[in-house]
């Protein structure tokens, strides 16, 4: 089993910065894609980045340029940094990862960590 761990969430105002951070760990061959998604209350969950192993990035249109995905491959580690938050950016910030296990592909995902913006 495969488990991702996020921290680096809580409250900040407008205008400040926080860093997510989501661990894998489990056994493992290898980890692919992994991305960053947010839910609010009565909303679908959106994509917020994505990066692949290779460190390509792609992210939802109206955040890129004050949020910057990365990942740390020898930790098995994929951040979030965000800038220039806004109260509209308050959700619940989940991380997934596509693990390659002996007994194939998978989809694992965090259990969120929540980020408060206040104006």
């Known amino acids: 089993q495969v488990q991702l761990v996020e921290s680096g969430g809580g409250l900040v105002q407008a205008g400040g910065s926080l860093r997510l951070s989501c661990a894998a760990s489990?056994?493992?061959?290898?980890?692919?894609?992994m991305r960053w998604y947010r839910q609010v209350p009565g909303k679908q969950r959106e994509l917020v980045a994505g990066?692949?192993?290779?460190?390509?990035?792609n992210y939802a249109g109206s955040l890129k340029g004050r949020f910057t995905i990365s990942r740390d491959n020898a930790k098995n580690t994929v951040y979030l940094q965000m800038n220039s938050l806004k109260p509209e950016d308050t959700a619940v910030y989940y991380c997934?990862?596509?693990?390659?296990?002996?007994?194939?592909?998978?989809?694992?995902w965090g259990q969120g960590t929540q980020v408060t913006v206040s104006s």
């Open positions: 997934n990862a596509d693990v390659t296990m002996q007994s194939g592909g998978y989809r694992f």
């Open positions: 489990g056994s493992m061959f290898s980890i692919n894609a």
């Open positions: 990066i692949t192993s290779d460190g390509n990035t």
